[in-house]
């Protein structure tokens, strides 16, 4: 696990920093323009799950070793940080936490594949 640590970390920080960037412009687009809840929900989704594509494919970039399971493990912290956070807003776990949860597996798993099937480039 030693080895993975480096990958997955460099991962979560890339994913740290995707929402936050995202997250601004979609806030600052927002502050101009009526946005329906609808899509504030779905751009959220959206976010996160291309969120997580990215730290995938940036942890099987420098690890180059079993994308599938680097996208399961980096899914898995993501989905268990959602599960607190709805917790802990809602007390209770609604169906929309699970869909982000599903997405986020499914972009993370396809990010970890398509990371170790693409040729390293320094």
Known sequence: MRFYKKGIVAGLLSLTAFIVVIAILFGVIM?????????????????LSTGCLLASYVS?????????????????????????????????LTVACFEKIICCTLFSVIGGIKGINTKHCK
């Open 31 to 47: 502050t101009f323009m009526d946005v329906p809840d609808e899509i504030v929900g779905v751009a959220g989704t959206l976010i």
């Open 60 to 92: 099987t970039q420098i690890v180059r070793n079993k994308g599938l399971m680097q996208g399961f493990i980096i899914a898995g912290m993501v989905s268990a940080i959602l599960l607190i956070i709805y917790l802990i807003a809602n007390k209770a």
